[in-house]
């Protein structure tokens, strides 16, 4: 190579400045879309992975290297899909929808100021608990109720409160693990209690609970096994036979319902899961539940109880930590006041109109749609209608299923398939089982938009 070649290419490759480059015309859509800071985050990384080499120049290879790093910034990272995983209430797809009132009470407090803590007769300062307690207290028969952030903070604050320092009781068939850390010995030492464990894994009884209270008993727990099920040679204490245990020791009794419902699903053909009205009936002091499991609301945390307990929790520093939020509390008063008429819940709220679907129904519907989506997935795979079980989700009801139907593919490479389907604008999101791809329609809600995308997809 000559002297003057070796110059020439030396200055080929050398790059403009990195703001002459994103004064290309190339660029501009990008700019216009993500803004320049990001575009010229981007031009940096360009010459650095091509210095040296002639490519370093090219406004068109640039361009599309830049976009194509910028992609995941220029759409939201949390996005919408479809979950016909057969989980209705999905903790990693976002648990409950919310029901057109919920979504617009929430809407309203996120645009506008709103009396979060005000009361509007008198001018003054209010309590945010104000507006929904009443209505938690009307749908369980407690004395008084606050929120905070969720179950978990529900009863790391209930435990806080009535019991630091001393002893909690409770029987070794409920020392259960939620995952996502959520262990009841860890939030237990968290509260600053100390647990004394009782009975067996498969049966404990109320001489159990009853040899385990000391000077320093402040409480017995009870707590629903939620994602796992004790079966066969089993043995659990009521509610109505430690009530009374509990109270002549002079201790109180939190109960951790988990998902807790307020209302009977055996209205709706499901199988019965405790209400917090029946834990409140056995008197229970503290009963916690979800807000965004079967009562298909927001994420929150539920006290219900005695109006003495309740005020010591509402009074804890750690409530304040714990807080809800005012476009979560707008959202849960708009779900608790859809119960006032439970016979129309079936229609307006989501988690209830999903898990009363008929079987039927859901066979009708993966009937309509199997003909564009064997058309969509190809000859390469054998797709059919398969009739298929789902769960209710978040720990309610572990052991029942949920009849449904699914429209399913067998073959190989199934999760390249799978993986397909998560590409769609919409990703769709099924399970692998017995060696079929599966999605079960039960959760399919928008079914015109699931169609419509079909005919993209890329396996
Ligand atoms: C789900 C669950 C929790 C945790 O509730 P979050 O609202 O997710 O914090 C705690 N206890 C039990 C028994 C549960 O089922």
């Not at 009975?199 to 320093?216: E, F, M, S, V, W």
């Not at 199988?271 to 009205?277: F, K, L, N, Q, V």
């Not at 029946?278 to 298909?296: M, N, P």
């Not at 539920?302 to 809800?324: D, H, S, T």
Request: hydrophobic content about 45%; proline content about 6%.
């Amino acid at each position: 190579m000559s002297r003057a070649d070796r110059s020439q290419s030396a200055q080929f490759s050398r790059p403009p400045s990195i703001d002459r480059m994103a004064q290309w015309p190339d660029l501009a859509p990008l700019i216009g879309r993500v803004g320049r800071p990001l575009v010229i985050e981007a031009l940096r990384a360009w010459v650095d992975a091509r210095r040296g080499t002639p490519e370093v120049s090219d406004p068109a290879a640039c361009a599309t290297w830049c976009e194509h790093r910028l992609a995941p910034l220029a759409s939201s990272s949390l996005r919408r899909v479809f979950n016909l995983t057969g989980t209705v209430l999905h903790t990693n797809l976002g648990r409950a929808l919310l029901a057109e009132e919920a979504i617009e009470a929430a809407v309203m407090a996120m645009r506008s100021p709103a009396t979060l803590e005000y009361d509007l007769e008198g001018g003054a300062r209010g309590e945010r608990d104000d507006h929904v307690a009443p209505w938690l207290c009307r749908l369980t028969g407690a004395e008084a109720a606050t929120t905070v952030n969720n179950n978990a903070g529900a009863v790391l604050l209930a435990l806080s409160a009535l019991a630091a320092g001393r002893e909690v009781i409770v029987s070794r068939g409920e020392l259960i693990e939620i995952g996502g850390a959520f262990r009841i010995p860890d939030i237990m030492a968290r509260a600053g209690c100390r647990l004394v464990e009782v009975g067996t894994t498969n049966r404990t009884h109320l001489k159990d609970y009853a040899a385990a209270i000391g000077p320093d008993t402040a409480a017995i727990m009870k707590v629903h096994p939620s994602n796992y099920a004790v079966q066969g040679f089993t043995r659990t204490v009521s509610a109505a036979e430690l009530v009374p245990l509990a109270h002549e020791n002079g201790l109180s009794v939190i109960e951790d319902l988990g998902s807790g419902t307020l209302v009977d699903l055996e209205t709706w053909g499901l199988p019965h899961e405790p209400t917090a009205r029946e834990a409140i009936g056995a008197g229970i002091d503290v009963v916690t539940f979800s807000g965004d499991k079967l009562l298909g609301g927001p994420q929150a945390g539920l006290l219900v109880g005695k109006a003495a307990f309740i005020e010591r929790i509402a009074r804890n520093p750690m409530k304040r930590a714990l807080r809800l939020d005012k476009v979560r509390l707008a959202a849960l008063e708009a779900t608790l006041r859809l119960y006032a008429d439970p016979g129309k819940l079936v229609k307006r709220l989501p988690t209830i109109r999903t898990l009363a679907r008929a079987p039927t129904e859901i066979r009708e519907q993966a009937e309509r749609l199997m003909p564009a989506f064997a058309q969509a997935v190809g000859s390469e795979w054998q797709p059919r209608i398969e009739a298929v079980r789902g769960q209710i989700g978040s720990g309610a009801l572990p052991v029942d299923l949920l009849p449904s139907f699914a429209l399913a593919v067998t073959g190989k490479g199934l999760d390249r398939l799978a993986a397909a389907f998560r590409s769609l604008p919409i990703p769709v999101i099924g399970r692998i089982q017995d060696g079929a791809l599966l999605f079960d329609l039960r959760m399919l809600d928008d079914e015109a938009t699931f169609a419509a995308q079909l005919p993209e997809l890329a396996p």
